[in-house]
């Protein structure tokens, strides 16, 4: 049998293993102007129903970059995301935790507490992934099929005195996907 010490000295390497596996995510938007936009993602926005300012950017990560559309409607954050050839990626809608199912729920809150210390969600968006055509008609509630179902939950943690940053991707079901840790790139200068 284990004495108390050692287990304890074991649970926390495990659990400090197992954020360690996590990857990186390395990201910096800068503001779009209008004109900027390429004619397809502009299309694209325009034959969505909401009829509210648009905010344009554009995102440098390390996967690859990206336009994004961001806007409110009836009080809710949207973003629509594009590659920079102008096709579709995902629609994401703010959410709160208890607009997912409970079985959800239950388990992303299992994930958590197996490795992650003290957390704490940031912010949760619920992700809609599909063809251009499959996501413009599940927009208009002409049809749920064909879409793809993801949450994307910001969590702060802390373990072992250190705190960190998570951007965790889950299934429709919550069995997780994928985790990343998130990096603010460094500037060379001070910003006031």
């Given at each position: 049998m284990m004495n108390p010490k050692n287990l304890?000295?074991?649970?926390?390497i495990f659990l400090s293993l197992n954020v360690i596996q996590a990857q990186t995510k390395f990201e910096k938007e800068y503001r779009l102007k209008n004109t900027s936009v390429p004619a397809k993602v502009q299309a694209f926005i325009?034959?969505?129903?909401?009829?509210?300012?648009?905010?344009?950017?554009f995102e440098e990560n390390n996967t690859g970059n990206?336009?994004?559309?961001k806007f409110k409607s009836d009080k809710i954050r949207y973003s629509v995301e594009f590659d920079t050839a102008g096709n579709i990626q995902d629609i994401e809608k703010e959410i709160h935790w208890t607009d997912m199912p409970a079985s959800t729920q239950s388990r992303i809150t299992a994930h958590l507490n197996t490795g992650y210390g003290y957390?704490?969600?940031?912010?949760?968006?619920?992700?809609?992934?599909g063809s251009s055509d499959d996501l413009i008609n599940f927009i208009n509630k002409k049809n749920t099929k064909n879409i793809t179902i993801r949450y994307e939950i910001i969590v702060k943690t802390r373990l072992i005195r250190k705190v960190s940053l998570f951007e965790m991707t889950f299934d429709e079901n919550g069995q997780h996907l994928n985790t990343a840790e998130i990096r603010f790139k460094n500037t060379d200068n001070l910003e006031y």
């Open positions: 304890t000295t074991f649970v926390i325009d034959s969505l129903p909401f009829q509210e300012k648009i905010k344009w950017y990206s336009i994004e559309a957390h704490k969600i940031q912010k949760i968006q619920i992700q809609y992934s």
